[in-house]
């Protein structure tokens, strides 16, 4: 603690009063997940990397998946199912806007910033796990609440849901799996 200067404040009940409520993905948060596919499809089919940001930071999905993680490491079943019934039902109705979407542009090629999302790596995990752990550290400490959202933009969980489903839109099954496994390893990171 002396050495790393890490002085946490938090504790298990701080820290579930704010993971708990963005579990749910209803209400604004379901207008934020539309506003953040639409946003994140768009910016991806343009090849914008400021509007694929813009989409990280008011994407949802961080919720779900930082209630899964606190979830296992208190060993609450309830919060468990409750985040992966919220997640999985935020995954599907992204994908399924998303595709719709990427039907109808009418920018059919992929971008730069699809194909970036198709082939992750092992470089892509240690951003996943270092911005994880960074989010551990700004949810137990009142001074750094405000990285949250750099924790979301590290991670991109919007963007390689997105090209997955361009990938899907377009019959492109080596697009869709791999912009899936990015979405999936950024999500496991954060969880774990």
Same mark, same amino acid.
């Given at each position: 603690? #002396?050495?790393?200067?890490?002085?946490? =404040?938090? =504790?298990?009940?701080?820290?579930?009063?704010?993971?708990?409520?963005?579990?749910?993905? #209803?209400?604004?948060? &379901?207008?934020?997940?539309? !506003?953040?596919?639409?946003?994140?499809?768009?910016?991806?089919?343009?090849?914008? %990397?400021?509007?694929?940001?813009? +989409?990280?930071?008011?994407?949802?999905?961080?919720?779900?998946?930082?209630?899964?993680?606190?979830?296992?490491? %208190?060993?609450?079943?309830? &919060?468990?199912?409750?985040?992966?019934?919220?997640?999985?039902?935020?995954? *599907?109705?992204?994908?399924?806007?998303?595709?719709?979407? *990427?039907?109808?542009?009418?920018?059919? =090629?992929?971008?730069?910033?699809?194909?970036?999302?198709?082939?992750?790596?092992?470089?892509?995990?240690?951003? !996943?796990?270092?911005?994880?752990? +960074?989010?551990?550290? +700004? &949810?137990?400490?009142?001074?750094?609440?405000? !990285?949250?959202?750099?924790?979301?933009?590290? %991670?991109?969980?919007?963007?390689?849901?997105?090209?997955? !489903?361009?990938?899907?839109?377009?019959? =492109?099954? #080596?697009?869709?799996?791999?912009? *899936?496994?990015?979405?999936?390893?950024?999500?496991?990171?954060?969880?774990?």
């Amino acid at each position: 603690k #002396k050495i790393l200067l890490l002085e946490l =404040d938090g =504790d298990q009940t701080q820290a579930r009063e704010q993971v708990e409520p963005g579990i749910s993905i #209803k209400g604004v948060r &379901m207008w934020l997940l539309l !506003a953040s596919c639409l946003i994140a499809s768009i910016g991806l089919n343009t090849n914008s %990397t400021a509007v694929v940001i813009g +989409a990280m930071l008011i994407s949802p999905l961080m919720g779900p998946i930082l209630g899964l993680g606190f979830g296992m490491a %208190t060993t609450s079943n309830r &919060m468990i199912r409750s985040s992966l019934r919220n997640l999985l039902f935020a995954v *599907f109705i992204s994908l399924a806007i998303a595709t719709l979407y *990427f039907i109808v542009s009418p920018f059919q =090629d992929p971008t730069s910033e699809i194909l970036s999302r198709t082939a992750p790596n092992l470089l892509d995990l240690l951003v !996943a796990i270092a911005a994880a752990f +960074a989010g551990v550290v +700004a &949810m137990n400490s009142s001074s750094l609440a405000g !990285a949250v959202p750099g924790v979301a933009i590290a %991670t991109a969980i919007m963007p390689p849901l997105c090209a997955c !489903a361009f990938g899907i839109a377009h019959g =492109d099954w #080596k697009i869709a799996l791999g912009a *899936f496994y990015l979405f999936f390893v950024n999500a496991v990171a954060i969880a774990v």
